[in-house]
């Protein structure tokens, strides 16, 4: 009887010299990924973690029934309505943003698992994709005995098959990160930039933040994903060792793209529920300490230690710590109808942390939210206020990113026009522009939200956008959770009356 | 006819679609911009318009001035121009 350590590389390095067909035709570059090289290149490629499918199934079998066991214990209907009002807001955002994406990452691992260049990272994309079909019916499961209760949360599921702007941007970032994705960019855009430098370590932030809001069926939720994508994470790595060998440059414009588009979706997801919708004596940090600590140090080292540079833009990257998030969370509040989660208002304490944690351009965006409370003051609390307290202009979008326009600092936007082959697209930032020109086929026949207005295939009319395209209901469209019943805000009422 | 424009207003955090007529006066495009921004950017008298790089006389209509649809435009504070 073999040991386990004699056994599993059999298991796992099952490669065959083709004697029928060649090499090429078995492993495409269109689909396998550039560069191609034959497979003695590959044959060195080893996970630092290993596992059969038999220690797999047990594993995944145990994390199951704990998750489980907490949800009978903690995870009923009463207990997730005695979460705080803008934490269930943060636990709306990502029950839509995150199933259905982690299924288009079974369609990605799954290519891995056939065009992957070697039989032991085939392997593990084949455990990478059932790690993903666990990651989208966990989260579908959890969530939908809450659509009974809140049909906000009916987003879960519905949010991708919707043209709301927001599903728009995360669509055209899945479908080119996952689905329609080579397995080698896959792997170094899903497995080593969103994964090892942003999920894995999101989703430690993440259970934290649950826990600091008593959601205990959250944090234990993410913090069981967050062990499998540490597994599956680990085969960016491997394939980026032998792609340095042969075409670093390439290596460094997919690290350079990749990071600046997660870091695009993963600032307005992680940094709106960090810094407004957890709240104030519950957040452990903010967002800019959390990137320092959790992402950006450890994104540096990987890349010293693979003598790449930091991208060209880390500036800018640096500069949007700051801002980008603010930015985008109050044009969100100020057109709060066009989601389907609720929004909070920052209170002059929340301002006070924001701005001792924000002191670079703080001054900036306090004056919106001066502006937004005057508002309020002005029209007065009440559902049937809302409209009043809300934009009514169309919002703007990247022709890249697909988010709003909120690139740079109120002083001064970022966005820039382009002219190519006689249309015009504009773009939020310099590096969404220069992925733009990197690929331009790839990305130049996509409508952003504007476009397809102005094309007359969206109305105009925004409540009809709202309804007809967004598939809002007035039941589900994002409100003020208070409907700007603030305490606070009566009191400035009461005394600048 | 209309001119559909990218608008952005200091101080605002994101751009807005403004849809400019020809025969409006560029100081009347710049405070539809600054109407259509008023929920989070106070109203000011003391702002002018920049199109193309260039300060723009707000006499001039937006056909004058010479706009392009799909373009940017920028209503700055006064001190600015």
């Excluded at chain 2, 010479?66 to 006064?78: L, Q, Y």
């Amino acid at each position: 009887m073999l040991t386990r350590e004699e056994w599993l590389p059999l298991a796992r390095k099952l490669d065959w010299d083709f004697t029928y067909v060649r090499e090429e035709e078995v492993f495409p570059e269109v689909i396998s990924g550039h560069p191609w090289l034959p497979h003695t290149e590959w044959e060195e490629w080893e996970e630092s973690f290993k596992t059969s499918y038999r220690e797999y199934v047990d594993n995944q079998y145990e994390k199951d029934m704990a998750v489980y066991a907490v949800r009978d214990a903690v995870g009923r209907l009463e207990n997730i309505q005695k979460l705080a009002a803008p934490w269930l807001n943060s636990l709306k955002v990502h029950a839509a943003a995150l199933p259905l994406a982690e299924f288009t990452g079974v369609i990605g691992s799954l290519r891995g698992a056939r065009f992957g260049r070697d039989s032991a990272w085939r392997t593990m994309s084949t455990f990478g994709a059932l790690d993903e079909y666990r990651h989208t019916q966990i989260p579908l499961l959890l969530f939908h005995q809450l659509v009974r209760w809140d049909s906000q949360f009916d987003w879960a599921h519905k949010f991708y098959h919707t043209n709301n702007w927001f599903a728009v941007a995360a669509r055209h970032f899945f479908d080119e990160l996952t689905l329609g994705q080579n397995a080698i960019e896959f792997a170094i855009g899903t497995n080593f930039i969103l994964e090892t430098g942003f999920t894995n370590l999101q989703f430690v932030g993440l259970a934290s933040l649950a826990r600091e809001s008593n959601d205990h069926m959250f944090e234990r939720m993410v913090t069981s994903i967050q062990t499998d994508e540490a597994r599956h994470a680990q085969i960016g790595h491997p394939v980026l060792t032998v792609l340095m060998k042969h075409d670093p440059e390439y290596v460094q414009f997919l690290l350079d793209k990749w990071f600046w588009r997660s870091w695009r979706l993963f600032s307005i997801l992680t940094g709106v529920s960090t810094d407004y919708l957890t709240a104030l004596d519950q957040r452990p940090y903010s967002f800019k300490e959390f990137m320092e600590e959790w992402i950006i140090d450890q994104y540096l080292r990987t890349l010293d230690e693979f003598g790449l540079k930091k991208p060209w833009y880390w500036e800018i990257f640096e500069q949007e710590l700051d801002i980008y998030h603010h930015m985008i969370y109050a044009s969100a509040y100020t057109y709060r109808a066009t989601l389907w989660f609720d929004f909070v208002m920052p209170s002059p304490a929340d301002r006070k942390w924001l701005r001792q944690k924000y002191p670079k351009y703080w001054d900036d965006m306090d004056a919106v939210w001066e502006q937004v409370a005057k508002r309020w003051r002005t029209i007065g609390p009440g559902a049937a206020n809302e409209s009043a307290v809300h934009g009514t202009a169309m919002p703007t979008f990247c022709d890249l990113c697909q988010l709003p326009l909120s690139a740079g600092t109120p002083r001064k936007n970022t966005a820039t026009v382009l002219t190519r082959d006689g249309h015009k697209y504009i773009f939020c930032s310099e590096p969404c522009r220069w992925i733009f020109l990197r690929e331009p086929e790839r990305y130049a026949n996509h409508k952003d939200v504007v476009k397809r207005v102005l094309s007359g295939e969206a109305p105009a009319q925004l409540p009809n956008l709202l309804t007809e395209y967004f598939r809002l209901t007035p039941d589900t469209w994002g409100k003020d959770v208070n409907h700007g019943a603030y305490d606070w805000l009566a009191a400035q009422k009461k005394s600048t009356a | 006819m209309a001119i559909p424009l990218y608008g952005f207003l200091e101080g605002d955090t994101l751009g807005l679609l403004v849809l400019a007529e020809e025969g409006e006066t560029v100081l009347e495009l710049a405070r539809k911009l600054q109407d259509a921004a008023s929920i989070r950017v106070a109203r000011s008298n003391r702002v002018g318009l920049i199109y193309n790089g260039k300060a723009i006389d707000p006499r001039l209509t937006v056909a004058q001035a010479g706009f392009e649809a799909m373009d940017r435009f920028d209503v700055v504070w006064r001190d600015k121009l």
